[in-house]
């Protein structure tokens, strides 16, 4: 699919979200993310990049972790319900033009720009890196910057810690436009509605490397087994005492995926006023994950049959991918002035 119009105003709006493959994906990517790119591959032109090189920015130390998630993360999306026909998986580190472009957007940002970013200062502190920062980890919002100009994209969904990534790459763009020549397009934030899914143990974050996930491909048995250890409100020792609902993360799992609102404002309800047991509500929640995640099983397995498929999906989004951060390229290179090879 070739158009005559430039990268940077496609007709439907173009898109672009991303993961960092270094782990497999749970239900709070799919609460917070996986579902909205599945509504979002048929109203939009979505591009979904699996960035292997920023993942390298903080895993620089374990290359083969960021290597076996790469076909893992892409089979979580086919099995989420990403469509080949529809959704362009690529491969960052395939398409050299993003760092090419990060480099020339190294030259638009100041260091003491990018020591505010909220996101990184608080990743900075968490990974306790003190002043032994990686460089690449410092500028990764560029390469992010670089990522979304590259494909042209208008639009990008994001949770609310992404927000600065995206006002740092309009603040980039328009000062690009202004220098050089108007050829980028700036992207829009979509801020997700969805509140962010917390782990099994209360935690505010699911995370793999919290130890406090379900992963997508969990089996049935894993999702009763980690169900029924979830943390819930440590008051309620009695099915006949009152509970909270609120900071409890059954509830919370039940409004991100019970199908059902009106049921699960019962069981709340019921919960506070006592009378309903622990026990009786993870049932209920163990029913609604293993419906929500019986046909995400059924691609799983299709796709596990058909390696092929899943390669196909990453090599030729990535071809494409290349395409149209080859040809932002060369207007940023005719834009710079750049030497013509
Ligand atoms: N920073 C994102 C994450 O940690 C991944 C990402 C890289 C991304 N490049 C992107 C997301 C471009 C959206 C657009 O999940």
Redo the contacts with the bound molecule.
Sequence with gaps: MTTPTPAATPARPRV?????PTGALHLGHLAG?LQNRVRLQDEAELFV?L?DV??LTDHFDRPEQVRENVLAVALDYLAAGLDPQKATCVV?SAVPELAELTVYFLNLVTVSHLRQNPTVKAEIAQKGYGEAIPAGFFV?PV??AA??AA?G?TL???GDD?LP?LEQTREIVRRFNALYAPVLAEPQAQLSRVPRLPGLDGQAKMSKSLGNAIALGDSADEVARKVMGMYTDPGHLRASDPGRVEGNPVFTFLDAFDPDPARVQALKDQYRAGGLGDVKVKKHLIDVLNGVLAPIRTRRAEYERDPDAVLRFVTEGTARGREVAAQTLGQVRRALRLFEH
């Design positions: 672009l979200t991303g993961d960092r993310s990049l960035a920023q993942a960052q990764y390469s992010q990522d979304i494909f994209a990008v969904p994001v992404q990534m």
